[in-house]
């Protein structure tokens, strides 16, 4: 994939992942035009002052909605690739608000395919999330449907030049709502809520899901779902790392919450693949033979089928972050004055 001389476009492009990627295009490679494309007016302005025209001309602001399909067509006009990170993906807001949330995530993703599909965008990866596996909540639940999306759209791109592909990964450290940020606001009222003390979940940094997004743009057949090799980390081990003094009351999960998180399932494992980084999840083509499709796969990532039966669950990891690791990415990724004073 050649960034250099790219038109590229980010949807929901004013959030944690889209400023962080932002900086990753711009400060290795020199793309032509760069379409930051989200509906908040003020976070734009925000984002404009670290981007200005003055030293990026090529960064471009584009207040715009996924749910508007002439919308995001106009916004699609001359772009070559397309990394899709607009949702809505509170827990507890899309259990309150299911329409407004599948407004977001899974028609928003259907306009953006269609648009995409008609306007000569030639790659695209689209940002999921280990709810989206067997998903219990209505955010993963739009979330594996608009993975489905995205990778069933390949099986209608004719002779189109585009490839579509999924990257799946855990809690990103430090993004906005996420527990680090949570707690060490919490941490000066001298109490960090437990939700579960059982309570796991994965760990990936801003600076590695950049990674795995060029990565994946650059290596993708198209219909992958690309899952990173990532660490664990126990609830209480956060809160041990950000708060040993605190009290640590047990206030119950909330609805939608599972104790463990999964990014492939023992299902999933049929038609998946490891690497020496990552598993993925190669799509089902139903016209094809998958022992097949899924020996291509395994050739071109230089990957080979997982055993029968594996899954990669939050719980039963074999990478797990220790507490003062926990302490020293909080410093390097999220607050670097962070201390327990």
């Given at each position: ?113 269609e648009a995409c599909l008609a306007s000569g965008v030639k790659r695209v990866v689209a940002l999921s999330t280990d709810k989206a596996a067997a998903p219990i909540n209505l955010y993963g639940a739009t979330k594996l449907c608009s ?127 490891s690497t020496a980084h990552q598993y993925i999840i190669v799509p089902m083509m139903y016209q094809r033979d998958q022992a097949e499709v899924m020996a291509e796969y395994c050739r071109h990532h230089q990957g080979a089928p997982v ?35």
């Amino acid at each position: 994939m050649n960034w250099q001389n790219s038109s590229v476009l980010i949807t929901g492009g004013t959030g944690s992942f889209g400023k962080r990627f932002t900086e990753a295009l711009l400060r290795n490679f020199t793309p032509r035009k760069l379409v930051v494309f989200s509906r908040d007016e003020l976070k734009q302005f925000e984002m404009e002052q670290h981007f200005p025209v003055s030293k990026f001309p090529q960064v471009r602001f584009f207040i715009g909605d996924v749910r508007d399909r002439d919308r995001i067509a106009r916004a699609l006009e001359g772009i070559d690739i397309v990394v899709h990170a607009a949702a809505l993906k509170q827990v507890p807001t899309a259990e309150y608000n299911p329409f407004e949330c599948i407004k977001t995530n899974v028609l928003g993703a259907e306009n953006l395919i269609e648009a995409c599909l008609a306007s000569g965008v030639k790659r695209v990866v689209a940002l999921s999330t280990d709810k989206a596996a067997a998903p219990i909540n209505l955010y993963g639940a739009t979330k594996l449907c608009s993975d489905k999306l995205f990778i069933a759209a390949n099986n209608i791109r004719g002779n189109r030049d585009i490839r579509l592909s999924v990257v799946r990964y855990g809690n990103v450290m430090g993004s906005r709502g996420s527990v680090i940020p949570f707690f060490l606001d919490r941490r000066k009222t001298g109490t960090l809520p437990i939700t579960d003390p059982r309570m796991t979940r994965f760990n990936i940094t801003l600076d590695e899901g950049v990674k795995m997004v060029l990565d994946a743009m650059g290596n993708a057949l198209g219909g992958e779902i690309f899952v990173p090799k990532i660490p664990s980390y126990k609830i209480l081990d956060v809160a041990e790392a950000i708060g040993p003094s605190c009290q640590k009351p047990i206030v119950g999960i909330r609805p939608g919450e599972k104790i463990h998180e999964e990014m492939v399932t023992e299902t999933d494992a049929l038609q998946t693949i490891s690497t020496a980084h990552q598993y993925i999840i190669v799509p089902m083509m139903y016209q094809r033979d998958q022992a097949e499709v899924m020996a291509e796969y395994c050739r071109h990532h230089q990957g080979a089928p997982v055993p029968e039966g594996f899954s990669f669950n939050s719980g039963r990891n074999t990478e797990w972050l220790t507490v003062p690791q926990i302490r020293a990415l909080i410093r390097q990724h999220v607050d670097p004055a962070f201390n327990l004073v």
